[in-house]
């Protein structure tokens, strides 16, 4: 992002204000959110959904601009997204909307297969049984922290370059907590990028793997703490 402008919407996003940051391969950043705001604005943003008053965003060098959909839509299909909020198309199973997900990225059926269950299993530790469960059943009857924990699978199975977390630990569960930590440096470890929203039990963040760049949210203003203009 460069020199970015983007008013806030409403009281829970946030602004940029001449915002100008970047994020590399295998890198952690975590943007220290208060209580009261909702990433999902700066996030659609970032993935081209939203576009800025001012400035540009870039994804592996290409920007957002234009009506070349099938460019964006290939760029897309690399990045993972753990929504703060509810995503799922409520008439399909958890299974089918994962396997929706990723058949819209062109995966075959013997990777979908095989991607479900290396996610599904490293995520899930002892509780394999309840998520394997849910995942026949639909959204809105599934207990919230076996449903962040299949968003999790959602947002890993295409192997992204970069994940997009909402707030991930506001529903789940601690002792999910040990699979999804080693889940993220995995993923770091095999090129991914990841930005985390964060402000949900911060003490048990500790876990990951240095170095962890730290921005934030001050005044309703994202900054990388690096200046004013940041």
Known sequence: ?????????????????????????CQLIK???KQLHDPRDAVSLMMGLNQPQAGSIRYDQQDWLGTD????????????RVFAGSAWIQSLTVRENIQLCMSHHRSSKSEIRSNIRRWTKRLSGNRIASILHAMTRRPAVVEPSILQVCQFIRAFCNHPKLLLLERPLRSLAED???????????????????LWFTGDRQAHEGDLQSPVIQ????????????????
């Open 69 to 80: 959909y099938s460019r964006h839509f290939k760029m897309r299909s690399q990045i993972g």
């Open 1 to 25: 992002m460069n020199v970015v402008r983007y008013a806030r919407r409403d009281e829970t996003s946030f602004r940029m204000d001449r915002f100008s940051g970047r994020i590399d391969a």
């Open 31 to 33: 943007v220290t959110l």
């Open 215 to 230: 921005w934030s949210v001050d005044d309703d203003r994202l900054t990388t703490g690096e200046g004013s203009n940041s």
């Open 176 to 194: 999910f907590y040990p699979h999804f930590i080693s889940s993220i440096e995995t993923l770091r470890t095999e090129g991914t990028a990841v």
